[in-house]
């Protein structure tokens, strides 16, 4: 039986100044089914799913809706065909609650065209029962994590009755708490007939999830093939990378200890850890849920109360009220969520480099240009952060580059403890080696990494230590003992499988 076709892409192409980013693109997404994106960063996704989302408009080529001719000027165009974006950097409005961003512009009314905010919270309420999520939808959307609001963007999607999702990189891995929630949501999408377009750095997820899969390589269609007749190898193969899914660990000789716990709790969760962490170590931290593997990162940069315990860094105790004491005490932190807490999106590459030292760069209070700028151009070169001008926005940067960017200024910093939640979430084979070069640099020259990931193969490929938590019991696994299978095992609470 022929699918019907959605929504047609031919020859749609797409440049930034001398940059081709999309390069006669051609996709069909037929309704009722998951289309996939593979590729790269800086291949083209996040252009192509601008493109059909009404962001900007291609040099050429054109698409078509239902057969229609589709130009979209603005997001609110495609909106009205019923094409929502989920895109990387969160659309919630934070002071709102769950409730009212899931419902958007439907809010139920009482007879005098009134809001019903009974019938509004409990039609929510009932929404994320029936999708089991638990979500409590009376409460502000800031308080949500990074992977709560993206869900509540799709529950608001799928409320809608969207027509076709446009995702941006989600968080699919299997080993992902939310995994089973976010898969139920798109396909719960398909079985009314909408359609979903993924694009993915996770070839594996995306073969089993996808119906059909199309590679982006240098803004060019390199196959659309069904997912059933590839396999991650092939796919790897027309990407030519094969520097991917490699660990490139340099053993680092542990200095002396930079960080001790005694017997510490906090008013988040953790209880009565101790632990010693050393110069030159990479530890990582592994728990189902993002809340317990930030546990111990929010106690030691001033987001966690604690209530009973020590933290000793260099053998002193210290209190670490807030971030800022934290900064001043060597610690900083690279969250997961790049915009809330550390891209500045409207200023360009230099200035979100020198930010956390600008000191450095002032003389009697006035910022030296110059030496920002050579400061910008040596850590450009030295990542290999990919930009066409030092002038450029950082928010037009890749995820990978924006990630290189926020290192950079860490590196700047001269903090002698670094925390990184997620450090390669979203970011394709070349960056993350190049932010696994970046790691290597870091401890070797005495630092101290703290790593809170869901990627547990990272986490055994590049750390010394893995620290993982099972209904808040800590453990901590050591090479040899450090595989994928003990870790996963022990914070799953499963039986371990050779």
């Known amino acids: 039986m022929q699918q019907h076709v959605f929504l047609e892409l031919s020859d749609i192409t797409v440049r930034y100044g001398d940059v081709e980013a999309l390069s006669g693109v051609g996709v069909e997404i037929c ?29 050429g080529g054109s698409m078509r809706v239902d057969g229609q001719a589709y130009r979209p000027r603005t997001p609110a165009d495609a909106d009205r065909l019923g094409i929502v974006s989920v895109m990387n950097t969160p659309n919630l409005v934070g002071t709102l609650s769950v409730a009212e961003n899931v419902m958007h512009d439907r809010y139920p009314r009482n007879r005098l065209g009134m809001i019903d905010w ?12 029936e999708l089991d999520i638990p979500i409590d939808p009376s409460i502000p959307a800031d308080r949500l994590g990074m992977r709560e609001k993206r869900l509540v963007e799709l529950v608001r999607a799928y409320h809608s009755g969207a027509q076709l999702v446009l995702l941006d990189e989600p968080d699919l891995s299997r080993e992902d708490e939310r995994f089973p929630t976010t898969l139920n949501l798109l396909r719960r999408v398909t079985a009314r007939g909408g359609s979903v377009l993924v694009t993915t750095h996770r070839i594996q997820t995306i073969l089993e999830i996808a119906d059909r899969v ?22 790897l193969k027309l990407l030519d990378d094969p520097r991917k899914d490699v660990y490139p660990k340099l053993r680092a000789l542990a200095g002396k200890p930079v960080l001790r716990l005694e017997a510490l709790a906090t008013r988040g969760g953790l209880n009565s850890l101790s632990l010693e962490v050393r110069g030159g170590e990479i530890l ?16 030691l940069y001033g987001l966690d109360e604690v209530i009973s315990g020590e933290i000793r860094l260099h053998g002193q105790r210290m209190r670490i009220p807030d971030p800022a004491a934290a900064v001043r005490l060597g610690i900083g932190y690279l969250s997961e969520d790049r915009v809330a807490w550390g891209l500045q999106s409207g200023f360009a590459v230099p200035e979100n480099i020198t930010l956390s030292n600008l000191g450095k760069i002032r003389v009697r209070g006035l910022l030296r240009r110059r030496e920002e700028l050579r400061v910008a151009r040596g850590y450009v070169r030295r990542f290999n952060i990919r930009v066409r001008s030092l002038s450029d926005k950082v928010s037009t940067l890749s995820t990978g580059n924006q990630q290189k960017v926020l290192l950079s200024r860490w590196l700047f910093s001269n903090c002698r403890i670094l925390i990184l939640e997620e450090p390669t979430k979203n970011i394709d084979g070349p960056s993350r080696n190049e932010i696994y070069n970046f790691m290597n640099a870091y401890v070797q020259r005495g630092g101290t990494l703290l790593i ?5 193969d990272e986490m055994v490929g590049m750390c010394d230590r893995v620290l993982a938590f099972r209904a808040g019991a800590p453990r901590v696994f050591a090479r040899p003992e450090m595989t994928k299978s003990a870790v996963f095992s022990y914070i799953a609470g499963k039986p371990q499988r050779d």
Do not use: H
């Open 284 to 299: 990582g931290i592994a728990a189902l849920t993002g809340d317990q593997r930030m546990w111990l990162p929010n106690a």
């Open 214 to 235: 199309t590679i982006l390589d240098n803004g060019r269609v390199r196959l659309t093939e069904r997912s059933a007749a590839l396999d991650q190898e092939a796919v």
């Open 118 to 129: 009974r019938r509004l919270f409990g039609e929510c309420r009932r929404l994320f029962q």
């Open 452 to 456: 809170a990931s869901s990627d547990i």
């Open 31 to 59: 309704r009722g089914e998951i289309v996939g994106v593979i590729g790269e960063n800086g291949s083209g996704k996040t252009t192509l799913l601008n493109i059909i989302a009404g962001v900007f408009a291609p040099e």
